[in-house]
T-cell receptor, first 115, second 108 residues
């Protein structure tokens, strides 16, 4: 596609339910990133994929959070047993590679609200 | 650990020049990025520095001093549309760590 696509754009879920967020990166981009942004705050790193491997999962806040990537393309971020503190915008970005001056292109994000 | 500091808010006048500073302390360094983020939108790339010095791109310039762990973004001839949040990010081994951003308000 022309850009990074995320779905859904908005998700309202009840506390305790599981949610799955999807990211379609730019075709050919090997690096993929997930960030979380709470209202009025900066971007909090969650996880980074190079190809289908995740060399850095250090940002995942708890074992309720997991992510996978298949075919060096689509990635899904899964949050189990959602809590109100999980409410935020979840941003996905992709870049040609993981190093150098390769800029990251961001999707529009998924706004998650846990009620 | 990673620590990136930026001022929270700045205000400037249309047509003026503004400098947004960023200081960082990170375990590794593979380059520093500046992104612009308008309210409710995704961040968009502005600049990249990996060597010391100034990179100029139109009305925007970015400076880096690796020895001081310091960067700034310079915006010239400010326009109302420049009102946005400006995010400093340091890349280390693939991932980028972001600061909390500086909200710039441009007034007429």
């Amino acid at each position: 596609g022309a850009g990074v696509s995320q779905s859904p754009s908005n998700k309202v879920t009840e506390k305790g339910k599981d949610v799955e967020l999807r990211c379609d990166p730019i075709s050919g981009h090997t690096a993929l990133y997930w960030y979380r942004q709470r209202l009025g705050q900066g971007l909090e790193f969650l996880i980074y994929f190079q190809g289908n491997s995740a060399p850095d999962k250090s940002g995942l806040p708890s074992d309720r959070f997991s992510a996978e990537r298949t075919g060096e393309s689509v990635s899904t971020l899964t949050i189990q047993r959602t809590q109100q503190e999980d409410s935020a915008v979840y941003l996905c970005a992709s870049s040609l590679g993981g190093g150098g001056d390769t800029e990251a292109f961001f999707g529009q994000g998924t706004r998650l609200t846990v009620v | 650990g990673q620590n990136i500091d930026q001022p929270t808010e700045m205000t400037a006048t249309e047509g003026a020049i503004v400098q947004i500073n960023c200081t960082y302390q990170t375990s590794g360094f593979n380059g520093l990025f500046w992104y612009q983020q308008h309210a409710g939108e995704a961040p968009t790339f502005l600049s990249y520095n990996v060597l010391d010095g100034l990179e100029e791109k139109g009305r925007f310039s970015s400076f880096l001093s690796r020895s001081k762990g310091y960067s700034y973004l310079l915006l010239k001839e400010l326009q109302m549309k420049d009102s946005a949040s400006y995010l400093c990010a340091v890349r280390d081994s693939g991932k980028s760590t972001f600061g909390d951003g500086t909200t710039l308000t441009v007034k007429p």
